[in-house]
């Protein structure tokens, strides 16, 4: 699988480092091999009332585990919307984790003039969530813009070991269809935050 604006990777868990992606922009390879559930989220998930059926995973470390869920009908390289489930085994925190994300947001809206986000955190301070706005472009024209809804979390993974899971919401669209999707963004953001804050985080096992 090929990134298109991967983040930079920290790999030491014990320097409280994680590896969650940027955004969910990506090319991928071999997807069409029947994925793996090494969380114990074999899905269906939903959300947006829309079913979401795992599609592909990975695990590019020890402790590190991503797995994608597609609706029917739509393919990787194309897509319109997708839930992600990021998990990193190891004593992180959620706001470690945020305040990262928010360093690299801030760094990107240096070169992407439609990047933007907003924090969010809950009542009982042990769970944030990040959305935010990311686009491409080529040769000065938009091609692609999309919005996440990324909400942390620490969670308890048996025998004494915590993890932060990430439970992510992307949408997506291209061309054409970029700027009556910005605009309608407008009000759907909301509606989409209240559904990411409601939603019921999928219990994961790993082993």
Excluded at 72 to 86: G, P, R
């Amino acid at each position: 699988m090929v990134t298109i604006f991967l983040t930079a990777l920290i790999k030491n868990v014990m320097k409280k480092s994680f590896l969650i992606p940027l955004t969910i922009l990506m090319s991928f390879t071999g997807f069409h091999e029947q994925p793996v559930d090494r969380i114990g989220v074999k899905g269906p998930l939903t959300f947006n009332k829309t079913t979401f059926n795992l599609a592909w995973t990975s695990k590019p470390s020890e402790n590190y585990y991503i797995q994608e869920y597609l609706p029917n009908k739509e393919t990787a390289d194309h897509f319109n919307q997708m839930l992600s489930i990021f998990l990193l085994a190891g004593e992180v925190t959620a706001k470690d984790a945020v305040q990262q994300k928010i360093s690299e947001l801030t760094e990107r809206k240096k070169t992407d003039a439609t990047c933007n986000y907003s924090v969010n955190q809950s009542h009982d301070g042990k769970e944030y969530m990040v959305d935010f706005v990311l686009g491409e472009s080529k040769n000065d024209k938009q091609e692609v813009e999309e919005f996440n809804i990324y909400r942390y979390k620490q969670v308890n993974l048996g025998n004494n070991k915590k993890g932060l899971l990430v439970y992510a919401y992307s949408k997506r669209a291209y061309g054409e269809d970029i700027t009556p999707f910005l605009q309608k963004l407008k009000t759907d953001r909301i509606a989409f935050l209240n559904e990411m804050t409601a939603a019921e985080i999928p219990t994961v096992t790993v082993h």
